[in-house]
Every structure is written in C-alpha cells, then in structure tokens.
C-alpha cells in the first residue's frame, strides 16, 4: 500500500473549512431550482425554468453613465441553455433536475438528476446505447390500414416498450379507411393486440385525405364501431362505444401524459403531432439562443409540451431517430420477457438452448401454439426478433 503523507491540519484549520464548504453548499442550495430537460444539443441542453431559486438574485447596481451590464433575470417558464457538471450521468429530454441559472451569462448548469420514472434509448451511429427520453408515460405505436401495419414492427415496439418501462398504446390511425373491405387484416390486428391486453384507439388526424373536413356518413362510422365492439371481452357487458373519427379518443388517453409517437413512415405521424400541437409554436422564452455556442448543433430529441408554460400538462418528445429502434442490445431472453403471453412460458422448452423454430422438437411455445393458447403469428414475430438479437448488425 502506497504511504501518503497528509498534512496534518490544526482543528482551528479544520473548523474554517468545514465552514467554508457549509457556506459555499449554502449559497448553491439558496440557488438551486428545479427544471426540466426541453432539448438535447449534445454538450448543451436546454432546461425550462419549473420552480424559482430560494434566493432570487438581484441585478447588479449601475452607476449613472456607466453601461448596462448583461443581466438575465430567471422567470418561471423560460427556457436556458445548460452545461451539464461533470460527473452527471448522462441526460436525456424529460429529465426532471436541479439546475443554477447565472444571470450574468444567461447560461445555466445542472446539478443533479432526479430518479426517472422511465428511459427511452437507441443506438446511435456507433451502435452506442444513448439515452433519448426520460420520464416518458406512454409510447404511442402507430399503425394504419395505409401502408399496411408490419405487425412485427408493432410486436418490436412492445418489446421496446416493456425495457423502457413505459405503457404502450396502439394508435390506428386513418380509421377513416377502415370501413374499406380491403382493410380487415387491419381491424383483425387490432382485436388481436387488445386481446393480449394492450390498450388501442382509433385515430383520423385532420388531413387533405380523410372525410373529417366534410360530414361522417354512417358506413364510415359503423365501421369503426364493429371494431370496438368485436373486442369488448363480453357483449352483454360492453357498451357499445361511439366512436367519433377524430383526435378525442387519443386526446383523452395522453391527457397530462408524456408520450412518443412510434411507427413506420407513412402512417400519419408527423400529421397527428401537428394536429395535437396545434400551438406549440406559442410564446416561450427561449434564453441565449443566439450565442455562438452549439448553434449549429441539431436536436436529439425535443419535448413539445401541450402548454408551453406547464409541463404537468404532458407533452410530446419528438425523436427522430427512435423508428429505427435497435434490439441488437437485448438478449433473447430480453425479448422474450416484452412478449407478454409468451414470457410464462420461457425456459419451458425441453432443450434449454431451443431457438423455437417451426416443429422444434419439445418446444412450449409451438405446444401452445397447437393447443390455441397464442397465436403462432406471435411466436413466428418472437424468433425473428430473437434471431436479429443473437446477430448484431455491426
Ligand atoms: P408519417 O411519415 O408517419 O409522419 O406520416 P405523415 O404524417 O407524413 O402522413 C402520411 C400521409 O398520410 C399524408 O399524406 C397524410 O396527409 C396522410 N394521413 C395522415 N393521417 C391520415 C388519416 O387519418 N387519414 C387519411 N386518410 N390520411 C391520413
Ligand atoms: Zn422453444
């Protein structure tokens, strides 16, 4: 073992700084407040004021003729630009801190990080896992009758889902089109994936496409109904739902909640978060922005609240790079356990090692699948994304 020579220190000498530290820890808490993470710039990220310091501040005294000097005061509801200290794990939008504001800069640095409720990651181009949204409640998958739903993109956002601890809802959106014959694949998904348990609404955002903009006919919205209907788990009990073609249903489900909309190109995304962001260009004050410093830096992810000036309001984290979700991070095992009527049955297997492919011999999830207890189109979606877990692409 090395010998360090201390320093002996006289008690006096450790009393002042005892004291010296007890002050500086004094002036920081008087300062600190509490922010969350609105966006990601790399290095910097922006953090919107949530509650004020204990000690607010006060601007400097100028003398008559002397200049003004740069001054920011720290308002409830702006947004500033951070550096993160050091020793932070780290932060993704959604993160919920405490931060120091310095008003002679109109930067702001974070402190600490609050435990996450949940954490959404991907891969970035090195194959890195990196942390995108913290503190998400729901992700929303979104499919349509048009491009026609991959259900195994869905079966993958589930598992995704279940790692990131966070509530799936399946969104079938362009309902619209669902009381076209050619679509029943579509309808006969959503009954599956409510069957498992997964909460589902039907969604027609406002577009140049769908009927909203003129009258509902009835065919269109008998259509809708039968879905919900065939699903309810009795007929005596259910009630039959009006289903009114529109955002309500979705509004309704994602109200005060986080959420990240999913799904592959094509299906209405970009149209359903404009349509539920109707103002999410509203006035917020956006502090030090023009400084030179990560200006041409582009966003990670970025967190649209519904009300700009209160986050418990939700919002949305708008990623875009959460579509080409990797699982190459997961072991089978992983994926398994995002499978919910399939997880009971790991390990199950006769072989230890079965990779569960068609007629393996001893195989539980191909019993079952004989027996009818789950569907062989879900076992089929597990070992593909099984096989893609056990192959990394890199
Ligand atoms: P994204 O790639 O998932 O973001 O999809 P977009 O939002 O760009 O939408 C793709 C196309 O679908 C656009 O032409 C939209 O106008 C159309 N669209 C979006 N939502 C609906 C809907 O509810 N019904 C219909 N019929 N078309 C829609
Ligand atoms: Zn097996």
């Not at 009630?239 to 209405?268: C, M």
Request: glycine share 6%; charged share 20%.
């Amino acid at each position: 073992m090395a010998l360090i020579r201390q320093r002996k220190l006289t008690k006096q000498q450790l009393r002042r700084i005892d004291k010296q530290q007890a002050q500086q820890q004094e002036s920081l808490d008087g300062s600190l407040m509490d922010g969350v993470v609105m966006a990601h710039y790399g290095k910097q990220l922006e953090v919107q004021v949530t509650s004020l310091p204990a000690i607010i501040p006060s601007p400097p005294v100028v003398a008559e003729g002397d200049p003004e000097p740069f001054w920011q005061a720290i308002e409830l509801g702006d947004i500033w630009r951070c550096h993160v200290r050091t020793n932070l794990p780290m932060l993704a939008t959604g993160d919920k801190v405490r931060w120091v504001a310095d008003p002679n800069t109109g930067f702001g640095r974070i402190e600490s990080v609050q435990p996450r409720t949940s954490l959404v990651s991907r891969p970035d181009r090195y194959h890195k896992l990196k942390p995108v949204a913290a503190n998400v409640d729901i992700l929303a998958i979104v499919f349509a009758p048009l491009p026609a739903a991959a259900p195994n993109l869905i079966d993958r956002y589930l598992v995704v889902c279940h790692h990131a601890d966070v509530t799936p809802l399946l969104v079938l959106n362009k309902a619209d089109l669902l009381s076209i014959e050619d679509y029943a694949f579509t309808k006969e998904l959503l009954t599956q994936y409510q069957s498992l348990g997964y909460e589902a609404v039907l969604t027609s955002a406002p577009c140049p496409e769908n009927i909203l903009l003129n009258p509902v006919d009835d065919a269109q919205v008998k259509a809708s109904d039968d879905v919900m209907a065939d699903t309810a788990e009795t007929k005596e009990t259910s009630v039959q739902p009006t289903v009114e073609l529109g955002l309500t249903d979705l509004q309704q489900k994602i109200k005060d909640k986080l959420v990240i909309f999913a799904g592959q190109s094509g299906v209405g995304k970009s149209t359903l978060v404009n349509a539920l962001l109707p103002n999410s260009d509203q006035s917020v004050n956006i502090i030090s922005t023009n400084s030179k410093l990560g200006q041409h830096t582009t966003t990670t992810s970025r967190l649209l609240p519904f009300d700009p000036q209160d986050l418990t309001q939700g919002g949305i984290v708008d990623t875009p790079g959460i579509r080409e979700y990797g699982i190459w991070h997961l072991t089978p095992d992983d994926i398994i356990a995002g499978f919910v009527e399939l997880s009971p049955l790991a390990g199950q297997c006769q072989f230890r090692d079965c990779k569960h492919t068609h007629n393996s011999k001893g195989c539980a999830l191909w019993e079952a699948v004989a027996e009818g207890k789950v569907m062989q189109r879900r076992v089929e979606s597990l070992v593909t994304l099984q096989a893609e877990a056990d192959t990394p692409t890199y």
